[in-house]
Nanobody
Framework: QVQLVESGGGLVQPGGSLRLSCAAS????????MGWYRQTPGKQRELVAA??????NYIDTVLGRFTISRDNAKNAVYLQMNSLKPEDTAVYYC?????????????WGQGTQVTVSS
């Protein structure tokens, strides 16, 4: 079993910055991929950024503004969000794909609200 704990959301003015953190705990697994998704009311959850085997992907709308990073020693993933825009407002979810017992499993964080507003 893997537990994910997120932190770092909040209210920020347009143009501001926030840093999201997510740490995975548990035992008996190896992490295959880590990433961040976001969701607004009435819309599907969308991938914001992901990192896997050294490859990094971003949704086009955050390119040049958001940076995902990973600390393997801490089983943690971070999302540095700069130049935030009102359209970035959403609940952000940490996602981790682990490999254990010959099978891949997906886990989600509890979600953290990011609100960009003046």
């Amino acid at each position: 079993q893997v537990q994910l704990v997120e932190s770092g959301g909040g209210l920020v003015q347009p143009g501001g910055s926030l840093r999201l953190s997510c740490a995975a705990s548990g035992s008996g697994f190896s992490i295959n991929a880590m990433g961040w998704y976001r969701q607004t009311p009435g819309k599907q959850r969308e991938l914001v950024a992901a990192i896997s085997s050294g490859r990094i992907n971003y949704i086009d709308t955050v390119l040049g503004r958001f940076t995902i990073s990973r600390d393997n020693a801490k089983n943690a993933v971070y999302l540095q969000m700069n130049s935030l825009k009102p359209e970035d407002t959403a609940v952000y979810y940490c996602h981790v794909r682990v490999f254990a017992g010959g099978t891949y499993y997906d886990y989600w964080g509890q979600g953290t609200q990011v609100t960009v507003s003046s």
